[in-house]
């Protein structure tokens, strides 16, 4: 084999941490989904990977949430982070973290940035009074608010009814980073993917910043601001430092001379003002390398609405993945929707993607190829012969696919890697029905070992690259080809089938959905 592509090189990626105030939901499994499925892609291509998720547990909006349960705020945070834990690990999330910005190592990487920002001399203390988004934690600045019907100050771009709030805080200089951020943007236009969203960022700087206030002192569910415990910290400061925490800030240096910066902070494209403004600016004030990319991906919608309790039509991921399993639902989501753009699912959907993709276009081709090697060469990898034109063609677009996905994975184009692999499954389906292998094995066997080289190969390469996507499936297909279960990095894509390695008995990996 030739060396690992990633040659052990870090790569550190991490998710939103979600705030658990509530159950998670469809729109949070996707990105997790979408996320493990990067981390595994890096992982097989040969990179040390560290992939970082967890719960925000601060802010105004959980203590809210919790009294109106009746419950403490630090026992709604527990119960709920769990939740978020164990969907991760039903969607077979392969983090190697998960962080809650209640633990221990948390509060000494937030009092340690907050304190280098301070010492900095970007933090001062000043009355603040303004418009409050408890929702989303958000100020809004009087310009960007409106009246509505009811008579309540809502906030013009979510509708979200907002709370005016006025009380003594701690306030960073954002204002000072408007030029070096515009310059961030302009020289590192990969910052922030996809590019539309970069726009957006772009004008809303230029449009000008105000300092932004970073402490409260009304409620005290948040992390103590250092040497003033009657403020705590604004919950977007310790929210966006968990991803130094989880590189091991301040104290492992070793862990953080290796991880840091971050290589990819996946997040949903409401919160990218806070990782491409905000976070620039705290990184810069601290003196901190800032992470190398920010990909916002975009938001789900049932049947095209927006997914809400009063409609009735929030999907719980778990009843999703007992319906369907687990790997037709993380292919679905990453195979549908363009990452990067809003998509919407429903059940149509899903079943159609399983049936078409999954259980026509993949599964029959394996089950078909390895059922003739069982019937015409005794369940035994055939001795390929001389090659014609058309086997050289479709061998070559297999050999080929690695460069392919690994170049749209490097840019997080997920379903377009995944679309590549299956364009390459519908050529050996079209190649399949042309050789009739089935009609072959009468007349010319040696060519009959031939075809089914040839589309076992295929079907070992896709299966291989398709790991990160659909990591049990892939495996019981690796399995039946007798690919030894040590070698599925992507290293293996060039060790070619063994002609005389007996094979199992093989069963259908993607049944048709049946109703
Ligand atoms: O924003 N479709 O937490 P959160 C797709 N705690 N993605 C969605 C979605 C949908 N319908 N709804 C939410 C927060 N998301 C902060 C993050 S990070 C330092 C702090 C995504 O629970 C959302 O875009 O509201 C975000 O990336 C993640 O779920 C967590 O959202």
Request: glycine fraction near 6%; proline fraction near 5%; charge should be negative.
């Amino acid at each position: 084999s030739s060396p690992p592509h990633g040659a052990g090189e870090p790569f550190y990626i991490t998710t939103a941490i979600a705030y658990p105030n509530g159950a998670p939901h469809i729109g949070h499994a996707y990105e997790y989904i979408s996320a493990d499925t990067l981390a595994r892609f890096k992982r097989l291509d040969g990179f040390d990977v560290r992939f970082l998720t967890g719960t925000d547990v601060h802010g105004q909006k959980m203590q809210q949430t919790a009294e109106a349960e009746g419950i403490a705020t630090a026992d709604l945070a527990n119960r709920n982070s769990d939740r978020f834990q164990k969907l991760q690990e039903r969607l077979g999330s392969s983090f190697d973290r998960f962080i809650r910005t209640s633990d221990a190592d948390h509060k000494v990487a937030s009092e340690a940035i907050w304190q280098r920002m301070s010492d900095a001399g970007d933090i001062y203390l000043d009355a603040y009074s303004g418009w409050y988004d408890v929702r989303d934690e958000s100020f809004y600045a009087e310009a960007d608010t409106t009246v509505d019907e009811a008579g309540n100050r809502v906030a013009s771009d979510t509708g979200h009814v907002l709370t005016w709030t006025e009380e003594q805080t701690y306030f960073f200089r954002l204002s000072a980073y408007q030029d070096k951020l515009l310059e961030l943007y302009e020289t590192h236009p990969e910052y922030l993917r996809p590019d539309v969203r970069r726009n957006e960022i772009v004008s809303f700087v230029k449009g000008g910043l105000t300092d932004l206030s970073i402490s409260r002192t009304t409620f005290d569910w948040g992390v103590p601001v250092p040497g003033h415990p009657d403020h705590v910290m604004y919950v977007w400061v310790d929210a966006l430092t968990n991803y130094l925490t989880g590189a091991g800030f301040p104290d492992d240096a070793a862990t953080f001379d290796r991880y840091w910066p971050a290589d990819l902070h996946i997040i949903g494209k409401d919160i990218i003002r806070f990782h491409c403004v905000y976070w620039p600016a705290f990184l810069m004030s601290a003196g901190i390398e800032l992470p190398k990319r920010v990909f916002a991906h975009g938001f789900l919608f049932n049947k095209g609405e927006k997914m809400s309790k009063s409609v009735g039509n929030v999907v719980d991921p778990d009843n999703l993945i007992d319906e369907f399993g687990l790997d037709p639902v993380r292919y679905f989501f990453l195979r549908e929707v363009s990452y990067g753009q809003d998509g919407s699912y429903s059940t149509d959907a899903i079943i159609s993607r399983i049936n078409a993709d999954l259980a026509n276009e993949f599964g029959n081709l394996a089950q078909r190829t390895l059922s003739m090697i069982g019937k015409y060469f005794d369940g035994v990898v055939p001795t390929p012969g001389g090659q014609t034109p058309e086997d050289t063609v479709l061998m070559e677009r297999a050999e080929g696919l690695l460069p392919r996905v690994r170049d749209h994975f490097d840019v997080q184009a997920i379903h377009l890697g995944i679309e590549a692999m299956w364009s390459v499954l519908a050529d050996t389906n079209r190649y399949i029905s042309s050789q009739e292998p089935w009609k072959l094995a009468k007349t010319d066997l040696d060519r009959t070992a031939t075809v089914l080289y040839v589309c076992a190969e295929v079907v070992r390469i896709v299966a291989l690259l398709a790991q990160p996507v659909m990591p049990e499936s892939t495996a019981r297909l690796l399995d039946q080809l007798a690919v030894d279960a040590d070698n599925r990095r992507f290293t293996a894509v060039d060790d070619r089938l063994v002609a005389g390695t007996p094979l199992p008995k093989p069963s259908p990996v993607f049944p048709r959905y049946e109703a």
